[in-house]
T-cell receptor, first 109, second 119 residues
Framework: QKEVEQDPGPLSVPEGAIVSLNCTYS??????FMWYRQYSRKGPELLMY????GNKEDGRFTAQVDKSSKYISLFIRDSQPSDSATYLC?????????FGKGNQVVVIP | NAGVMQNPRHLVRRRGQEARLRCSPM?????VYWYRQLPEEGLKFMVY????????ESGMPKERFSAEFPKEGPSILRIQQVVRGDSAAYFC?????????????????FGPGTRLTVT
């Protein structure tokens, strides 16, 4: 079983829709949970960073963490074409980040 | 405030040559991490360094790969005798926080990457 599972299937949504992304993980020791956005041929950019279970909002972005289910989510409200990118979940594992494979999101104008 | 810098951005090497990738962390950051991203794969951890120390190299291939972070200058990831399978994007990240045993790595900020192509 992989440490972090993220269904890598591409996701196309119309502008203004809500984008919903999620990851599951197997390591109970993970304490920090992050979402990164990566544009094509660029480095990952830190979007959201959470420590405990619950919700965290930052503008149009909401991150959810459910440690009991080992499940994390990212929601993007009022999606824009500029949100088109690959979104990677990541979580800490003793000195290193363990990443999901990423979801390619395309927001269609 | 400059971000994490990596150079070169693109590197082409023939099989058997050496590849040297450089990373300058963000100002004030003393923790550096290297990750590799293969096509259709997620980012995979390679090595974690602090100034003059390798803290965790559990993700590094046992042969041909080495990393350093000297007291002065950038961190270097060195790949000797490159093979086609080494072709990938290599990312460096840096972190500002002192790592405590129970705190984990904290936030990591990534550079733009070096895309290595082995011909």
């Amino acid at each position: 079983q992989k440490e972090v599972e993220q269904d890598p299937g591409p996701l196309s949504v119309p502008e203004g829709a809500i984008v919903s992304l999620n990851c599951t993980y197997s390591n109970s020791a993970f304490q920090y949970f992050m979402w990164y956005r990566q544009y094509s041929r660029k480095g990952p950019e830190l979007l959201m960073y959470t420590y405990s279970s619950g919700n965290k909002e930052d503008g149009r972005f909401t991150a959810q963490v459910d440690k009991s289910s080992k499940y994390i989510s990212l929601f993007i409200r009022d999606s824009q074409p500029s949100d088109s990118a690959t979104y990677l979940c990541a979580m800490n594992g003793n000195n290193r980040l363990a990443f999901g494979k990423g979801n390619q999101v395309v927001v269609i104008p | 405030n400059a971000g994490v810098m990596q150079n070169p951005r693109h590197l082409v090497r023939r099989r058997g040559q050496e590849a040297r990738l450089r990373c300058s962390p963000m100002k004030g950051h003393s923790h550096v991490y290297w990750y590799r991203q293969l096509p259709e794969e997620g980012l995979k951890f390679m090595v974690y360094l602090q100034k003059e120390n390798i803290i965790d190299e559990s993700g590094m291939p046992k042969e041909r790969f080495s990393a350093e972070f000297p007291k002065e200058g950038p961190s270097i990831l060195r790949i000797q005798q490159v093979v086609r399978g080494d072709s990938a994007a290599y990312f460096c990240a840096s972190s500002p926080k002192t790592l405590l045993r129970d705190r984990g790595p904290g936030e990591q900020y990534f550079g733009p990457g070096t895309r290595l192509t082995v011909t």
